[in-house]
């Protein structure tokens, strides 16, 4: 006899949520002090990255503009 394929999509679908929910159960979550710190760790990064790269770009910028503004 055939399953119906709804069925065994529901069927499916349960059983992996089951298994996400005990993985979820085996996490070692960071304390918020250690959370936080590096939070902070990252966001600082990101500013100066993106600080260093738009220095970079302005650098870029007048060196191109100089040169093609002088070919014509």
């Known amino acids: 006899m055939k399953s119906n394929p709804v069925s065994d999509f529901i069927k499916k679908t349960k059983q992996y949520l089951y298994e996400v929910r005990a993985e979820l159960g085996?996490?070692?979550?960071?304390e918020k002090d250690k959370a936080t710190k590096t939070t902070y760790v990252v966001v600082i990064f990101i500013v100066l990255v993106t600080a260093f790269l738009g220095l970079i770009d302005v650098f870029f910028s007048k060196i191109f503009s100089y040169f093609f503004s002088n070919l014509a």
């Open 26 to 30: 085996k996490i070692v979550w960071p």
